[in-house]
């Protein structure tokens, strides 16, 4: 069975402190993708990286891929209140469309 | 109006009830999944289905079942709800993606269920 693990589970930081995000797995995924949850609404799409080793970056959000293609970090410089949310990675399990989900990252960022 | 809607929004029902959610799309997507979500544990996949003609289990699909009754709509029920089905339900859709495996998720705004 695929899984994928996040850490930390929770992370509450200052305003304009920097901080990562892991998302780990003891198997291969073709691709990998982060959303973003905020309160009352569903899951939104961040990013999709698929070559293994690829960074992506939208603004001050820096997305890696793992070379093996069984892990990725979101990073996240200067952050701000607005990045306050759940942030979740998910992938398509191998063979199938069917995406699964990590458990994971509650974000707090304070003023 | 939302791409994805969900109905109803909010419910609180009795153990053994029999409990519906219905989703419904505008983006014209072929694929459609039901996840729930518990504090803690992330979104964990109910049912999913690729077609009007196909139906496949996801990894909590027990006391659950599903109809898709067209591309547009597929239901979530509890047949005998029991409390520890009290969550929040999310359904979604999902576009191909440019390539194999990169279609993006689209949600609804989820249905939260309260078994008492």
């Known amino acids: 069975t695929q899984l994928l693990e996040q850490s930390p589970q929770f992370l509450s930081i200052q305003e304009g402190e920097n901080l990562t995000v892991y998302c780990n797995s003891s198997?291969?995924?073709?691709?990998l993708q982060w959303y973003r949850q905020e309160p009352g609404e569903g899951p939104v799409l961040l990013v999709t990286?698929?070559?293994?080793?690829e960074v992506k970056k939208l603004k001050r959000l820096t997305f890696q891929f793992g070379d093996a293609r069984k892990d990725s970090s979101l990073h996240i410089t200067a952050a701000q209140p607005g990045d306050t949310g759940l942030y979740l990675c998910?992938?398509?399990?191998?063979?199938?469309?069917?995406?699964?989900f990590g458990t994971g990252t509650r974000l707090k960022v304070l003023a | 109006d939302a791409d994805v809607t969900q109905t109803p929004r909010n419910r609180i029902t009795k153990t053994g009830k029999r409990i519906m959610l219905e989703c419904s799309q505008t983006?014209?997507?072929?694929?459609m999944y039901w996840y729930r979500q518990d504090p803690g544990l992330g979104l964990r996949l109910i049912y999913y289905?690729?077609?009007?003609?196909?139906?496949n289990k996801g990894e909590i699909s027990d006391g659950y079942s599903v109809s898709r009754q067209a591309q547009a709509k597929f239901s979530l029920s509890l047949e005998s709800a029991i409390p520890n089905q009290t969550a929040l339900y999310f359904c979604?859709?999902?576009?191909?993606?440019?390539?194999?495996?990169?279609?993006?998720?689209?949600f609804g705004e989820g249905s939260r269920l309260t078994v008492l």
């Open positions: 979604a859709t999902s576009d191909w993606g440019l390539a194999e495996n990169t279609g993006e998720l689209f």
């Open positions: 198997s291969v995924f073709s691709s």
């Open positions: 990286v698929v070559t293994g080793g």
């Open positions: 998910a992938g398509p399990t191998s063979g199938t469309y069917k995406y699964i």
């Open positions: 983006k014209g997507h072929d694929r």
């Open positions: 289905s690729f077609d009007v003609k196909d139906i």
